[in-house]
C-alpha cells in the first residue's frame, strides 16, 4: 500500500498524452482519479459536485490560467500541486506555498510530491 491509496486526485492537464500519464503513475500508486479535465470551466464544474482530496493542477491550459482552480480548491481546503514548465515563477498569486513539478517530471516525483501533502 502506498500513501496514496484510496486518495482521491483531481488532475487538470490540457495535454491529453501527459493527462494519460499522470492518470497512469497515480492509479499506479493507489490513487483514485478525479478527472482528468481540460480546461477550467470543465475543473470547476467538476469542483461542484467532488471533492477530492488533492489535486495535480497545470497552469497553462491552452494558453488560460488555471487561477480560478488553483482560488477554489485553496477556498475548499484541497491541497494541490501544481505542474508546470514555467517553474515557481508561474504561481498563481496568494499560492507562492504550493509544491511545483517542473515539466517534464518523473512519475515518481509527482506521487512524492502528493504523499508529501498529507504529511
Not at 497512469?24 to 467532488?50: I, N, S, Y
Not at 488553483?70 to 475548499?76: F, G, N, P, T, Y
Not at 508546470?84 to 518523473?106: F, R, S
Request: proline content about 8%; charged content about 20%; glycine content about 8%.
Amino acid at each position: 500500500m502506498t500513501r496514496l491509496s484510496g486518495r482521491r486526485v483531481l488532475v487538470v492537464e490540457d495535454e491529453a498524452l501527459v493527462a494519460m500519464l499522470v492518470e497512469d503513475a497515480l492509479l499506479d500508486a493507489g490513487a483514485e482519479v478525479v478527472g482528468p479535465v481540460a480546461t477550467v470551466a470543465e475543473a470547476l464544474l467538476l469542483l461542484k459536485g467532488e471533492l477530492p482530496e488533492a489535486a495535480v493542477l497545470d497552469l497553462n491550459l491552452a494558453g488560460e490560467t488555471s487561477t480560478p482552480v488553483a482560488d477554489e480548491l485553496a477556498r475548499r481546503g484541497v491541497p494541490f500541486v501544481v505542474a508546470t514548465g514555467y517553474g515557481a515563477d508561474g504561481l498563481p498569486p496568494g499560492h507562492a506555498n504550493v509544491p511545483v513539478l517542473a515539466k517534464p517530471y518523473d512519475p515518481a516525483d509527482l506521487t512524492a510530491a502528493l504523499a508529501r501533502l498529507w504529511n
